[in-house]
């Protein structure tokens, strides 16, 4: 038989169902937001690669440097607009996570 000792007393056994039902949802909701904010870092250490790669290669006079020039500045600018949006999804990621520890009855997993 399951042993409810953890469970307070003004906590009925048929609310527990409910709690850890909320409690499994939030940790889903976390597991997926943590899987949005690694593919922009992916994306962003493959795009913050592609500048210097481009800076290596050998360059045969000035329409191949506008060139790459342009290149890089493209990349810049992608890399700037994912750095907000990593920001963000991790701000979300914190949000939840500080939501489920202040939840009554959370227990922290390394107690």
Known sequence: MLKLSRIPPEVH????????????????????????????????????????????????GDPEIRQKEGEISCLDKSIDSLNPQIRELEKKRREMMSEAIKKPGYESPCS
Not at 13 to 26: N, R, T, Y
Request: neutral net charge; proline residues 8%.
């Open 13 to 60: 056994p048929g609310e527990c169902q409910k709690i850890f039902s909320v409690d499994i949802v939030l940790a889903e909701m976390i597991k997926q937001v943590v899987r949005q904010v690694r593919e922009p870092q992916g994306t962003l250490a493959e795009t913050q690669k592609e500048p210097n790669l481009l800076r290596l290669q050998p360059c045969q």
